[in-house]
């Protein structure tokens, strides 16, 4: 299977564009890019059934945050706080920057 690109990080700002969650807003806890997907925080929630691991221990039902596939999420610029299309651009010193389309600035971490 060939994997595309992806332009997210860990602690960007995300919205949802299709599925069960449009709209909401999130932030990246862990990009998987061998599958395209991104985990995002309370988002895509799903209900995991576990055993007892211990003879006092009770079964029971944990919620936790499943992979939504980066086609599905797009990137809220923190200089315009709109969501749009990401670039990639070379500064003079020779650093690879992502920046907003809309407003032309740069969206790195700071």
């Known amino acids: 299977m060939k994997q595309g690109k ?3 990080k860990k602690d960007d700002q995300v919205e949802v564009i299709a599925g069960k969650d449009k709209g909401r807003v999130g ?3 862990r990009v998987l890019r061998d599958q ?3 985990v995002v ?4 929630m799903i209900k995991r059934h576990t055993k007892p691991q211990e003879m006092n221990q009770q079964g029971q039902i944990v919620e936790k945050e499943a992979p939504i596939h980066v086609s599905n999420l797009q990137l809220i610029c923190p200089e315009c706080t709109k969501t749009g299309r990401i670039g990639k651009k070379i500064l003079e010193d020779g650093t690879k920057v992502r920046f907003c389309k809309s407003c032309g600035e740069s969206i790195e971490s700071k």
């Open 6 to 8: 992806t332009y997210l």
């Open 27 to 29: 932030k990246v806890l």
């Open 36 to 38: 395209d997907k991104a």
């Open 41 to 44: 925080e309370r988002i895509n």
